[in-house]
């Protein structure tokens, strides 16, 4: 039987455009009008040149519904990919999407009646193939994919969606195993000869050190941040949520408990931590002129010292360590942050750049925290002093507790206005200060936040406000006054 012209045309525009394939062949679905944020969405995931693709987008907004569904549909109803693996944090939910993908190329009449039957012989829960010779193999996070083979086909379209789940996101080992696992078995597992493969990756960050994050700000995936509202509340999707309903939707947040704010901002926002209950705040944050204080001599009236925190392993030059210049004002009562260095340093590196540092502000002290390393670097560091001429004290920082309680007691000094930026160098320090305690680098502020411990170690504490008060002015009224003649000593 022949089609007609108007079918002809439908399935056309559905072959050029992921849109129209949700509102066509899934609109009890997609029974709402898409908002401009979800025509990013659909760029890039339409876009064939960008093999790389990562997605955040709120809770609710149907990215799962389009990336597991509508998307993989499309292109297994044209033939446009051999072999799809659908990803997700477990096998179980993995499989579970595999499953709702297969429920709508089998029973969704719209397809039944464009295409024709999907089913094959081959239609297992953990892989199958389609009528149009397409695999499909659910996998959860950690499982095989690298050096799988369909036929003589790599997977040309790897879907992840939701990878991280709450609980695992929290441990660094689980982060750190979880990317290990994606950058070597799931971005290797791709037929990098050819051009016709995409991996997408969707989810909603639930951490500053996320794989989510990580792939955001990686200048190789083409990335979409969207969020449900701006920072006044106002809704990104007025035909789905109201300003008032994303407003009370905040306040249910917020009248429960702190940890329930920021669940608001992670998963309707993709905010790892919310501004409002965040240790630190940007109004907490003061600007000085290192200029200024230079040319006002106001400098030599400061104790600077040099802080140092080195990257907790022998090969320092594979993790991030941070150098902090502090001027400390103990008659002023404010400590100024004057320059900052951090990232990857052989240790040379970071001895030359630390002395250099002391040199340029007129240091006395050199302090590197040593618990861990002390002898990779004490001797090597006070021999590079003696080399380079530099005649700064050198003392050593040993860190007790957790860095988390180190860096949170720097919060009373920046809510009584005692810390100055400046805002040269700060630009690091303010961003991780802002993020914590989900902050994806910790070296900046942590390398600060000895500054308390130095100064507790040096007996460095501010001197209170000169009230100039003129003692011999105050008694001289005592001296007018008419002697007791009748009194008492008992």
């Not at 990919?81 to 969704?108: D, Y």
């Amino acid at each position: 039987m022949e089609r007609s012209s108007e079918i002809d045309d439908i399935i056309h525009m559905c072959s050029r455009s992921t849109k129209v394939s949700c509102v066509t062949l899934f609109p009890e679905r997609f029974h709402r009008a898409f908002s401009s944020l979800h025509d990013q969405i659909f760029s890039v995931l339409d876009d064939n040149s960008k093999n790389k693709v990562v997605i955040a987008a709120p809770r609710g907004f149907g990215k799962t519904t389009i990336d597991t569904i509508a998307y993989p549909a499309k292109k297994i109803l044209f033939r446009e990919k051999k072999f799809i693996v659908p990803v997700s944090c477990t096998a179980t939910s993995a499989i579970m999407q595999g499953e709702n993908l297969k429920r709508e190329l089998v029973h969704n009449n719209n397809i039944k009646q464009l295409f024709g039957p999907m089913k094959s012989d081959k239609f297992s829960a953990e892989q199958w193939i389609t009528s149009t010779n397409t695999m499909v193999m659910p996998r959860g996070a950690g499982q095989q994919i690298r050096g799988i083979l369909y036929d003589r086909y790599r997977p040309d379209l790897i879907i992840c969606d939701d990878l991280e789940d709450k609980e695992s996101v929290k441990s660094e080992e689980q982060r750190t195993k979880l990317k290990e696992w994606f950058f070597s078995d799931v971005c290797n597992s791709i037929d990098r000869g050819s051009k016709d493969w995409k991996i997408v990756v969707v989810g909603t960050v639930l951490h500053e050190d996320a794989l989510l994050v990580n792939l955001l700000e990686d200048p190789e995936w083409h990335s979409v941040h969207l969020s449900l509202c701006d920072d006044n509340f106002k809704s990104n999707w007025p035909d789905f949520i109201s300003d008032e309903e994303v407003l009370e939707l905040y306040e249910a947040h917020k009248n429960k408990t702190p940890s329930q704010v920021d669940l608001f901002y992670q998963e309707y926002r993709n905010i790892p931590i919310s501004s409002e209950d965040a240790a630190f705040k940007d109004c907490y944050f003061q600007d000085y002129s290192e200029a200024d204080m230079i040319r006002t001599q106001k400098v030599k009236d400061w104790n600077t010292v040099i802080i140092i925190d080195p990257a907790k392993t022998v090969k320092m030059h594979s993790a991030d360590s941070a150098i902090v210049g502090v001027g400390i004002d103990k008659d002023g009562g404010a400590i100024y942050v004057r320059d900052i260095i951090s990232g990857k340093f052989h240790p040379d590196e970071l001895y030359d750049a630390s002395i250099d540092m002391a040199s340029r502000l007129g240091a006395s002290i050199i302090a590197p925290e040593v618990t861990s390393l002390h002898e990779f670097i004490s001797q090597p560091f006070k021999n590079q002093m003696k080399l380079k001429g530099c005649h700064a004290q050198y003392k050593e920082l040993n860190a007790k507790g957790k860095k988390e309680d180190r860096i949170r007691e720097l919060v009373s000094y920046y809510r009584q206005g005692l810390i100055y930026h400046n805002p040269n160098c700060c630009l690091k320090l303010e961003s991780q200060l802002l993020s914590f305690p989900k902050s994806r680098l910790w070296d900046v502020m942590d390398a600060f936040a000895y500054v308390i411990k130095f100064m507790e170690m040096e007996g460095d504490y501010f001197t209170p406000p000169n009230t100039d008060l003129d003692i011999d002015e105050d008694f001289s009224d005592l001296y007018d006054e008419t002697p007791i003649d009748d009194f008492e000593i008992i």
